[in-house]
């Protein structure tokens, strides 16, 4: 029996009391000694007993008042928010600020006569603050992560978006539109965005979303020490509960049933234990999340179909907690696919060729994209190609075998970057400082004019503006050997660009590979036009600040 003792009594007797960051605010001040607890006690209690040197906190229903405070609330709701949704927020303050402005300095006054009604006015810098928001990744996750980069992209922002719209008034409307009048809006705008972000930053990083992992798998183990980075300081984990093996026993060294916890040596093990100590089994989960704060739980994708697993999921529902598989954790999080832990039941979910309507929508704007294109840049091409001539011997139009959409193999042109012999010893990875580059080669790179010619691989069809980047099948073969489920980005078609290519460095390993693989199968996943158009906005954003 455990026999909880007032804190006045426990300072009496000598007993001090132990800060422990995991449990502060969901404990009573009540303790017990490890001691007190008999043999047949939760795995659960000895565990927060051990990690409170030796005394147990007495039990009490914080934990699950805890998910109830409204800070944590809040701090969950603006860790679930999609990206899109701060664009609306902006478009809600720029049609706010830029109505206020026309009121105050406009409305009445017969000196501003000429300007544009609000409507028109606020309409097109909308538009433009929407686009420059997501050319400079304004609406990106990351960007909440740090204050700097709250600062420095919501500037760019408002400047470039307030050059675009008068530019577009003046050039497609004939319209007029006060200097002031734009200044103040975007300054209104720029003080709400900016102090709302900040906002949300703060309740992000002072609060913190508590994890308990269900299994111990190599999955669980990777998220476990990614969540351990300084890039995620929002999450704690706070532990994990095993899957009890064939023989019943909860313990993780107590069952090494291969299809529950992974072999390993000792040494992963501890290195496992320290970050995210064992609590018990998942038959003791309610007790766990009674003794623990708990707001999400994370299960290991290859254990959801188990009896043990299911009992544990429901018991967490239960207790008003967020479940979620790993994977889309994972993609929650990063906005990628973790490639290496995904089983055939993510594809079946994921429902990749559901999408009929929007590939003929798709191709009709890749047909029209592409003849534009080719039309505005071709007076380009000479100049490109007499530069590539004079620079170094050799074909001006670089051809080259790629793989397409279901593994067909199509020549894919570029302007040549390279010397004519920098495959001599045959076929080696471009490296991003690579000495085989031409000196007018690094300029075609850097700028992405050395891509201009795949324009015409997008008309005739073997590529489109966005989708994963086409490789060399040489490549492919030794790919799809070391790296699961590669071959299943060949299920659409290569792209121009790509949310691999806005989000990740030049691939120049199968490391490489492997990374942008996850972000392959998050597009596969979650192709749409909506994104289709925030990828290309975005690469836009890209060039303008350095790429490659």
């Known amino acids: 029996m455990v026999i909880a003792v007032a804190a006045g009594a426990a300072k009496a007797a000598g007993v001090a009391e132990k800060p422990h960051d995991a449990v502060e605010d969901t404990y009573g001040a009540g303790t017990a000694q490890v001691h007190d607890l008999p043999p047949a006690a939760p795995a659960a209690d000895r565990a927060v007993a051990v990690s409170h040197g030796g005394r ?20 969950r709701v603006l860790l679930q928010m999609p990206p899109a949704s701060w664009a609306y927020i902006d478009l809600a303050l720029v049609a706010a600020a830029t109505y206020i ?46 204050r700097s980069r709250i600062l420095a992209r919501s500037t760019m922002t408002a400047g470039l978006g307030l050059t675009l719209a008068f530019a577009c008034l003046s050039l497609f409307f004939y319209a007029e539109v006060s200097r002031w009048l734009g200044l103040f809006a975007v300054l209104i705008y720029l003080g709400a965005a900016m102090s709302l972000r900040v906002f949300a930053h ?23 020490s990614l969540l351990g980075n300084a890039g995620h300081p929002h999450f704690r984990i ?25 072999d390993g040596d000792s040494g992963d093990a501890a290195q496992f234990e320290q970050p995210c100590p064992c609590l018990g089994s998942t038959d003791e989960l309610a007790h766990v999340l009674q003794r623990h704060p708990v707001d999400e739980v994370v299960v ?35 906005g990628e696919v973790p490639a290496e832990h995904i089983t055939t039941q993510w594809f079946l979910l994921a429902d990749v060729q559901h999408t009929a309507g929007y590939e003929a929508v798709k191709r009709t704007v890749d047909v029209a994209a592409s003849t534009v294109g080719l039309a505005l840049t071709l007076p380009l091409w000479p100049l490109i190609a007499l530069a590539v001539r004079l620079d170094s011997r050799g074909p001006v139009v670089f051809k080259q075998e790629r793989v397409g959409v279901h593994g067909r193999r199509f020549k894919m042109y570029k302007f040549r970057t390279m010397r004519v012999d920098a495959e001599a010893g045959g076929a080696r990875w471009a490296e991003r400082r690579d000495a085989r580059v031409t000196r007018v080669g690094r300029f075609l790179r850097k700028s992405r004019l050395d891509e201009l010619p795949q324009l015409w691989n997008i008309l005739k069809g073997d590529m489109a503006l966005v989708g994963p980047r086409p490789e060399r099948p040489e490549f492919v073969e030794l790919l799809a050997l070391q790296i699961p489920h590669y071959e299943q980005r060949h299920l659409i078609k290569p792209g121009l660009t790509g949310w691999a290519q806005i989000h990740y460095r030049y691939g120049a390993s199968v490391r490489d590979a492997q990374r942008k693989l996850c972000y392959d199968l998050y597009y596969l996943k979650r192709r749409s036009i909506d994104l289709d158009l925030a990828i290309i906005v975005r690469t836009i954003g890209t060039f303008l600040l350095g790429a490659r």
């Not at 007495?58 to 701090?75: F, M, N, S, V, W």
């Not at 006015?121 to 686009?131: D, E, R």
């Not at 706070?238 to 992974?262: E, L």
């Open 202 to 224: 703060n309740v992000i990083t002072q609060g913190r979303v508590h994890v308990l992992c269900v299994g111990c798998g190599d999955s669980i183990r990777k998220t476990v």
């Open 56 to 75: 147990i906190p007495a039990r009490t229903e914080c934990a699950a008042d805890a998910r109830r405070r409204p800070g944590l609330i809040l701090q």
């Open 238 to 262: 706070v532990g994990h509960v095993c899957v009890a093996g064939p023989t019943g026993q909860p313990g993780c060294a107590a069952s090494r049933d291969s299809r529950f916890i992974p």
């Open 300 to 334: 290991d994708a290859e254990l959801v179909s188990e009896p043990a697993v299911e009992r544990a999921i429901l018991a967490a529902l239960k207790a008003r907690c967020r479940v979620i598989d790993q994977p889309t954790f994972i993609e929650k999080l990063l």
């Open 101 to 146: 402005t026309y009121r105050v300095l406009v409305f009445g006054s017969p000196a501003y006569k000429w300007v544009v009604n609000p409507w028109l006015s606020g309409a097109v810098f909308c538009a433009c603050i929407i686009v420059s928001g997501m050319i400079f990744g304004l609406y990106e996750r990351e960007t909440l992560q740090a």
